[in-house]
Each structure stands twice: as C-alpha cells, then as structure tokens.
C-alpha cells in the first residue's frame, strides 16, 4: 500500500504564495506519475497539475503561468510551487499517484491518494 501526506496548505491573502508538498511511503513504484487535483466546495475534483517520471509537466489552464509541480524522487516527494493565488483558488488540495503512469488529467488514472490538505485564499 501507498501512503501520500500533504502538507503547506493555509490562509492567505490574494495575490500570495504557498507550497504545497506530498510526501509518499509504503510500497514504491520504480516509474511513477504524481498529480495534483483540488476540489471547492460544491464541485467536482478537478486537475490541477501532473509531472511524469521524467518531470513532463501538465497543467490546467486555469494555473499555468502561476503554479509550477516539481518533484524530488530520491525523497519521494512532490512539490506544488502556487503563486499569484486567488479566491478562485480556494479549495482541499489532493496529491495522487498512477504507478507506471506518464502523467494523465484524469481523477481516475490515479490508484493511491493523500487526505487533502486546504487551501484559502481571501480576497
């Protein structure tokens, strides 16, 4: 079993910054894709970002520009750099991991997920 904790979430003001980290252990995958997904309350989970073993990037349109995903993999870590943050930006932020994946958009790639972790952002 994988085990995904997320940390770095809070309240800040608009137009600030946080990062988040996910943090994984337990069984480990030798080729591995991380996402991250938020959800605000009242809507679906939606994507954020993903990076594939080899650090491809992919991000929702509504981030680019302003988040950067990054990943350390001798720490099985992966980072979500938030800047310029928004109210729209307000939301439990999940990490996930699709072992053998390539990176994917797609909530249900992904086989092992974190608790969550809130972020506010105030306008």
């Known amino acids: 079993q994988v085990r995904l904790v997320e940390s770095g979430g809070g309240l800040v003001q608009a137009g600030g910054s946080l990062r988040l980290s996910c943090a994984a252990s337990?069984?480990?995958?030798?080729?591995?894709?991380m996402g991250w997904f938020r959800q605000a309350p009242g809507k679906e989970r939606a994507f954020v970002a993903a990076?594939?073993?080899?650090?491809?990037?992919y991000y929702a349109d509504s981030v680019k520009g302003r988040f950067t995903i990054s990943r350390d993999n001798a720490k099985i870590t992966v980072y979500l750099q938030m800047n310029s943050l928004q109210p729209e930006d307000t939301a439990v932020y999940y990490c996930a991991m699709d072992p053998w994946g390539s990176g994917s958009e797609t909530p249900s790639a992904y086989d092992y997920w974190g608790q969550g972790t809130q972020v506010a952002v105030s306008s």
């Open positions: 990076i594939g073993w080899s650090s491809d990037t």
């Open positions: 337990g069984r480990m995958f030798s080729s591995y894709a």
